[in-house]
């Protein structure tokens, strides 16, 4: 079944229980088999939303976004979790409607974007944060993954030290994020790249996601954590050069992916203005 715009909007709750597993891991390997290894996971993921009983209310929209732009037949899945309580998030995603979005607004609804590409692109975010086990940077994404994020700096550290966790960052620690507890600010952005997108396409996704996301925050320094799978090491390197050229007094450093291509997150920081009046 194809997604349109013409259609009945759906919650991901009626779209998960319209696929079969089996459809949705096909399409996950046809176009990365390197997963065949994480079938249980994927598995484990998708069982564990079916499980869910959502709410009879939610503020959340799941939005399906073509990204043409990057290459012919590229989706992906953003989630849209405003004015959502941190306590029920899971609860009120599978309650939240479909939503056929496009990069500049005009989706193609002749487009075949599949219902089980939309849950693929779902479960492949999700297993990327750890999904189903429990981890404060998955709902920190879910809720937070804004410019401007609705929770506390505490929050965010926490959040931010849990993706350190997650991705087995070396080259910082809790102690090098938590020293910004006191700084005026400490906003973070993270993305990972589509499973539908092809390798000589990473670094541009990523430049594009961070372009739309810098230049809004004050920050005095900037912190980019890349995980780069085995394959990816030339689209790391753009990625780098341009935090190098763009980002203000980058600090990049490295982590370990949780799904083949490439995860960043940008942290940025305003530090404490002395002798402020």
């Known amino acids: 079944m194809l997604i349109s715009l013409n259609e009945q909007i759906m919650t991901l709750h009626q779209l998960i229980h319209k696929v079969n597993f089996e459809d949705i891991i096909s399409d996950l390997l046809r176009h990365v088999p390197e997963v065949e290894n994480m079938r249980p996971r994927f598995m484990s993921a998708f069982d564990t939303l ?48 479909i939503r056929l979005e496009s990069a500049f607004n005009m989706p193609d609804t002749t487009r075949e974007i599949t219902n089980e590409m939309i849950v693929a692109d779902l479960l ?20 937070h993954n804004k410019r401007f994020p609705d929770s506390s ?43 539908s997108l092809p390798h000589d396409k990473a670094a541009y996704d990523m430049i594009c996601f961070l372009d739309d996301f810098m230049w809004f925050n004050n920050e005095t320094k900037t912190i980019l954590i890349i995980s780069a799978s085995a394959g990816y090491e030339k689209e790391e390197r753009k990625i780098e050069e341009f935090a190098n050229s763009m980002l203000k007094n980058p600090k990049i450093v490295h982590g370990i992916p949780m799904l083949p291509g490439i995860e960043v997150m940008a942290i940025f920081i305003t530090e404490q203005q002395y002798g402020r009046a």
């Open 50 to 97: 079916r499980s869910i009983t959502p709410a009879k209310k939610s503020y959340v929209v799941v939005e399906v976004l073509e990204k043409d732009y990057l290459c012919d037949g590229v989706h992906d899945t953003w989630i849209n979790a405003t004015n959502t309580c941190s306590s029920t998030i899971w609860e009120s995603i599978l309650a939240g409607k």
């Open 124 to 143: 492949w975010q999700l297993v990327s944060y750890g999904f189903p086990e429990e981890s404060t940077a998955l709902p920190g994404y879910i809720l």
């Open 153 to 195: 700096r505490l929050e965010r550290i926490e959040e931010i030290c849990s993706y350190i966790d997650l991705h087995q960052v070396t080259e910082i620690s809790h102690k090098d994020i938590c020293q910004y507890g006191e700084s005026d600010n400490i906003v973070w952005i993270t993305d990972i790249t589509p499973y």
